[in-house]
């Protein structure tokens, strides 16, 4: 079966532009995960969402960061007025439940010039 | 503050070697340990540690957790070329994970 899908797999944009990264879970999983990497450090989790809901999004950095899950399936994260620090691999991940197995996609490697 | 600290950053060993990888963590109302193996940019699962002194094998990994001293190991032996990757230790919670910088292993032929 297909795995978690993200597009674009990579990015670069200029600086103070707005970027949308999507993320398309595996079929039935109902929570979804997003996480952004830099190099040479572990995921950094950023929101989490069961459902349709953001059951917690205490790790998004500042509010030009937003992310939706509207129909409880495909995530998209925004991010506004983009700045070279938000450069960085953005990971999404699925699972069955919250606290099951995490399934991670492709990621997106963003870019900001 | 939650953490999660993994060591070594990097080791550099041959085929054939065995090597233990570690991680500690202090994370709020604590859950489970998980240990990922990523190569190039997704982390996939290898194991998922809720309970304290129970090993979790598969083929040459093996990993345990021990709750009372907040650390788990993960162990590899017979070491090969493809075991070459960042493993990544993560603690999770009732909310999230929070993830260790990573172990980069490095096996040698």
């Known amino acids: 079966g297909a795995g978690v899908s993200q597009t674009p797999s990579n990015k670069v944009t200029e600086k103070g532009k707005y970027v949308e990264l999507r993320c398309d879970p595996i079929?039935?999983?109902?929570?979804l995960y997003w996480y952004r990497q830099s190099l040479g450090q572990g995921p950094e989790f950023l929101i989490y969402f069961q459902g349709t809901g953001a059951a917690d999004d205490s790790g998004l950095p500042n509010d030009r960061f937003f992310a939706v899950r509207p129909e409880g399936s495909v995530s998209t994260l925004k991010i506004q007025r983009t700045e070279r620090g938000d450069s960085a691999v953005y990971l999404c991940?699925?699972?069955?439940?919250?606290?099951?197995?995490?399934?991670f996609g492709p990621g997106t490697r963003l870019t900001v010039l | 503050e939650d953490k999660v600290v993994q060591s070594p950053l990097s080791l550099v060993v041959h085929e054939g070697d065995t090597v233990t990888l570690n991680c500690s963590y202090e994370v709020t109302n604590f859950r489970s340990l998980l240990w990922y193996k990523q190569e190039k940019k997704a982390p996939t699962f290898l194991f998922m540690l809720t309970s304290s002194g129970i090993e979790k094998k598969s083929g040459r990994l093996s990993s345990i957790l021990d709750k009372k001293e907040l650390f788990s190991i993960l162990n590899i032996t017979a070491t090969q070329t493809g075991d070459s990757a960042v493993y990544l230790c993560a603690g999770m919670n009732n909310n999230d994970m929070r993830f260790g910088a990573g172990t980069r292993l490095t096996v040698k032929p």
């Open positions: 079929s039935g999983h109902t929570a």
């Open positions: 991940a699925s699972s069955l439940i919250f606290s099951g197995e995490q399934f």
